[in-house]
């Protein structure tokens, strides 16, 4: 008859095993609940990171300091280029060069740049935006060229604005939408297309594309005092370049014939 001990040692033996056993799937699962990260956005000084939980398909965008599936965003190493998660005492590095989605080759198709393309809003934000760069090259002709000599103030100022509506005309959204859709097919990979769906899909994304308009504007009033300021060297410039090639030419001019006398 066996001992009471060694039958113990034998049954928590048994019992270790089933446990061992029984935790491998659920390690495997862990395993493959760690975060990936997908996308890296630099604005000014802040930095938000698109990480992802493999399986369920959810992107979110999130700093250092928020948590994502139970991870804190403990730091960003910027050295390393790696981001670090924590949870209950573990310590995992992510970079963007190591996930699969990050470096992933697989060829972009069509569909994959029109649902980035949709998300952006493109028509609607392309037709702003074309509309802002109308005005502004009017503005910028028009403080540039002044107004000639001798012709009507509102009648110049209407061939300006015919001369714009001429230029921008072949520029419809619809139509640049489609090119854009196939450059960007054949510039992003799938797995970069998916991450700029995943941003522009989020509230941050959706700010970014209904505020650009504005930002655009605002970078034009910026930019234009800076080329006013500029406008009278590159007179001055032309002034100098127009003399030189009339000086140049004089110097080559054959010497007239000598006129014969009787």
């Given at each position: 008859?066996?001992?009471?001990?060694?039958?113990?040692?034998?049954?928590?033996?048994?019992?270790?095993?089933?446990?061992?056993r029984a935790a491998e799937p659920v390690a495997a699962e862990a395993a493959s609940k760690i975060p990936e990260l997908r996308g890296l956005l630099a604005t000014g000084?802040?930095?938000?990171?698109?990480?992802?939980?493999?399986?369920?398909?959810?992107?979110?965008?999130?700093?250092?300091?928020?948590s994502f599936a139970g991870w804190k965003l403990s730091a960003y190493r910027q050295a390393e280029d790696a981001l670090v998660l924590v949870k209950d005492g573990r310590e995992i590095l992510l970079k963007l060069s190591s996930s699969k989605i990050g470096v992933t080759d697989e060829k972009a198709t069509l569909a994959d740049a029109e649902a980035v393309l949709g998300k952006m809003k493109f028509e609607a934000m392309i037709g702003r935006?074309?509309?802002?760069?109308?005005?502004?090259?009017?503005?910028?002709?028009?403080?540039m060229t002044g107004n000639?000599?001798?012709?009507?103030?509102?009648?110049?100022?209407?061939?300006?604005?015919?001369?714009?509506?001429?230029?921008?005309a072949a520029m419809k959204p619809e139509e640049m939408k489609a090119d854009f859709a196939k450059i960007y097919s054949e510039v992003f990979t799938k797995g970069e297309l998916?991450?700029?769906?995943d941003f522009y899909g989020t509230p941050t994304g959706q700010a970014m594309i209904d505020k650009q308009p504005v930002v655009?504007?605002?970078?034009?009033?910026?930019?234009?005092?800076?080329?006013?300021?500029?406008?009278?060297?590159?007179?001055q410039l032309s002034a100098e370049?127009?003399?030189?090639?009339?000086?140049?030419?004089?110097a080559v001019a054959p010497a007239p014939a000598p006129v014969s006398t009787p």
């Open positions: 008859m066996k001992s009471p001990i060694r039958v113990l040692v034998v049954l928590f033996g048994i019992f270790g095993s089933l446990l061992l000084g802040e930095r938000r990171f698109a990480l992802s939980v493999p399986g369920d398909g959810q992107t979110a965008w999130v700093g250092v300091g928020d935006m074309l509309d802002q760069q109308k005005k502004g090259m009017m503005s910028m002709t028009m403080k000639p000599k001798g012709v009507d103030p509102a009648a110049y100022a209407a061939f300006q604005s015919k001369v714009a509506d001429a230029m921008f998916q991450g700029l769906a655009q504007q605002k970078m034009t009033e910026a930019m234009m005092p800076r080329i006013m300021a500029a406008i009278p060297k590159v007179q370049f127009a003399t030189s090639m009339a000086t140049k030419k004089a």
